[in-house]
């Protein structure tokens, strides 16, 4: 059974939704009623059939419009594709991991013939039909990485590891939640994570990094973080802000439940087997609050996590102007009766 | 979780005998499929199942990884050790079944390097050949100065000329030869990192040259393919699982605790990665450690041991396993 992909924007009119069905496989990242930083990471092995956790690289009813907004954010700002000259390499090496993982989960929708150097690729959704010479530059139209993730949804950043740190030296990041590629290329694990309240005192990245340089080939791992984002703008940037930060003022009790959306990343980790760098894939999933109080639990495990957060974590993920607002509506579908324990609707 | 690697299952394709002491073992996967890529520099875990002991060893993946139909290895016969090289020299065949792990790369390029200036002594070549044929294959900057013993015993010295020409220079023990080490250290472009595979006594000497001469300690990496060495029998409580376990002296202490059926995780088995990191609970006796990954401080505590390749000897050990 294939995909019906819908034809949607995420920016101006605002198009963008959820079917039913998209609704009920939300990764909705609350496993209890209250939220705290911890290192929560995965082994990124498969999940429930229907959920997105079922394929490694998830593909879903958003694709073709989502590359569509990526092309109109790349073609108005080509720095937020960036690889420093290092890191080529693994940039075929991301090539191959999402080609094969996309031919194997999805054959309806792509494939790919391999004769030696010699490769085919089409991508049936976006129209490509694509010959060329694994590791020849010269036969692609991008890099690439730029290439296969003008066809994949999520940013993508691929982290070098020397020196027993991680550094940021190549990525694509069009859908994210207020950082920057162009600030923090180059960056290391301590210095891009410098602007995270709390975790550091916690020793989190300490950790987090001993974890990451030991990921192994053939063992990826998986995190969830979450944010919200008034209006279903994929393109949260710094570099947009003027575009994306006043929305924050026109949160009103009545558009609540159309303009404030939960956005989740489901973030993982790979280790690259030619490069031995590490690829770190950030796919964004928007909600709206209409659509996720269908689910009565999702909706009262909100209301509290929500209207108990740590103030400095409120301020961190930008949700000081409508937090009264949004609690207060979400607030009528919490009848206080318990959730039950884990992430399901019900 | 667990962050060591996952395993595959490989049949022996092919066992040929390179010189008195080195061996090399081709692997291919049992399914008939292609094996995963590596980058130049991974190691695998050879697994040796010799009847009742199993022997868990790292070797460093020689083969160029622009071909994934096979791994090779080689393996240098070690008279005195814990007998794994002597299992693979005398019970391996083509056609044999074995595990081995996913390759791991704890010994990678640094690919901002505008050239790679490389050192190797004696079988410390085998990461080499694989780090040569991909940076060969990618048009990079490399040159290699391999140290031997005798010409008889040049590991693949002869395939090397052939293959690189003068970006290869080999050394001999016997005559005399030495890597001009200083002259090398002080004539190389900016941009140009070192990389060390050998005997200690070779990491060690260049290490400290190259620090005297100024190189920044980013650009100098190194491997130390320290196997675990044989030793006086010992005895370890282990106090998570409520087991008492005897060290043999061909065994190393994480073999005897994966014996006993308790799985601490592992990557190098060398005493590098730092996965089987292990506290000390109480010690009364003298520890031996062999390993790269504690500090001098961690040493000297009595309340850290790596178990791949350290050892204990005295009256009681108890460990956090």
């Known amino acids: 059974m294939g995909i019906n992909f819908r034809t949607e924007t995420f920016r101006d009119d605002f198009s963008f939704r959820n079917s039913p069905e998209h609704i009920r496989r939300f990764p909705f990242p609350f496993h209890e009623d209250s939220y705290m930083y911890a290192v929560n990471i995965e082994p990124h092995v498969a999940g429930p059939a229907g959920s997105v956790l079922e394929h490694p690289i998830d593909v879903d009813e958003h694709y073709v419009s989502e590359m569509a907004d990526r092309a109109l954010v790349l073609a108005e700002d080509p720095l937020r594709c960036q690889s420093l000259p290092h890191m080529t390499l693994a940039g075929w090496d991301l090539l191959e991991l999402l080609m094969t993982a996309k031919a194997e989960s999805y054959p309806e929708h792509f494939s790919l013939t391999r004769d030696g150097d010699r490769w085919h690729w089409i991508n049936r959704p976006l129209g490509i039909d694509q010959k060329f010479l694994f590791g020849d530059l010269t036969t692609l139209p991008y890099g690439p990485m730029e290439y296969i993730t003008r066809q994949s949804q ?155 957060l740590p103030e400095e974590l409120a301020t961190y993920k930008g949700l000081t102007r409508y937090r009264a607002t949004l609690v207060e509506w979400l607030a009528r579908y919490d009848d206080g009766t318990p959730t039950s324990p884990g992430f399901g609707p019900e | 979780m667990s962050t060591g690697a996952s395993k595959l299952d490989v049949v022996v394709s092919n066992v040929v005998p390179v010189n008195e002491l080195v061996t090399r073992f081709h692997f291919r996967r049992a399914d008939g499929g292609l094996l995963p890529t590596f980058s130049g520099g991974a190691h695998v875990i050879v697994e040796m199942r010799d009847g009742e002991r199993a022997r868990l060893n790292p ?59 490389m050192l190797a002594g004696g079988i410390g070549i085998t990461p080499f050949l694989a780090q040569t044929a991909q940076l060969a294959a990618e048009g990079g900057n490399f040159e290699l100065h391999y140290s031997v013993r005798t010409a008889a015993l040049a590991t693949y010295a002869g395939d090397l000329r052939a293959r690189f020409g003068r970006r290869v220079s080999i050394y001999h023990d016997d005559r005399d030869e030495r890597i001009p080490l200083d002259r090398l250290l002080s004539s190389q472009p900016l941009g140009t990192h070192l990389y060390i595979c050998g005997p200690a006594g070779m990491i060690d000497w260049a290490r400290a040259r190259a620090a005297a001469l100024g190189w920044p300690a980013e650009t100098v990496h190194y491997e130390h393919f320290a196997a675990p060495q044989p030793g006086v029998p010992f005895d370890v409580t282990l106090a998570l699982s409520g087991r008492t376990i005897h060290v043999a002296e061909q065994q190393s202490l994480l073999e005897a605790i994966e014996a006993a059926g308790v799985d601490p995780p592992y990557l190098c088995r060398g005493g590098v990665c730092g996965q089987c990191e292990t506290n000390v609970i109480s010690s009364d006796g003298v520890f031996l450690h062999n390993d790269h990954w504690l500090s001098d401080e961690d040493h000297a505590s009595g309340k850290k041991i790596m178990p791949c390749v350290s050892r204990f000897a005295g009256k009681s050990l108890v460990l956090e396993r």
């Open chain 1, 154 to 308: 999520g940013d993508f950043c691929i982290l070098d590891q020397r020196d027993g740190n991680l550094w940021m030296d190549a990525g694509i990041v069009t859908t994210q939640a207020d950082w920057s590629l162009d600030f923090d290329i180059g960056m290391n694990f301590f210095e891009w994570h410098a602007p995270v309240p709390l975790a550091h005192e916690k020793g989190i990245f300490t950790r987090a990094l001993k974890f990451l340089t030991n990921v192994q080939q053939g063992k990826p791992a998986r995190r969830l973080n979450w944010t919200m984002t008034i209006n279903p703008r994929l393109d949260t940037s710094p570099e947009n802000y003027h575009k994306w930060g006043p929305d924050r003022a026109t949160v009103t009790p009545e558009n609540v439940g159309q303009k404030v959306h939960l956005r989740v990343e489901l973030q993982s980790f790979w280790r690259l087997p030619r490069s031995n760098a590490l690829v770190f894939p950030i796919r964004c999933y928007l909600i709206k609050m209409d659509e996720l109080v269908t689910s009565p639990k999702w909706a009262r495990r909100l209301h509290r996590v929500i209207r108990d």
């Open chain 2, 59 to 117: 070797y460093s993946l020689m083969s160029s990884p622009l071909d994934t139909s096979e791994y090779t290895i080689s393996v240098r016969r070690d008279d005195l050790g814990r007998g794994g090289s002597l299992f693979m020299h005398g019970k391996v065949r083509p056609g044999d079944r074995m595990v081995i792990s996913y390759p791991v790369n704890l010994f990678s390029l640094d690919l901002r390097a505008k050239k790679h200036l």
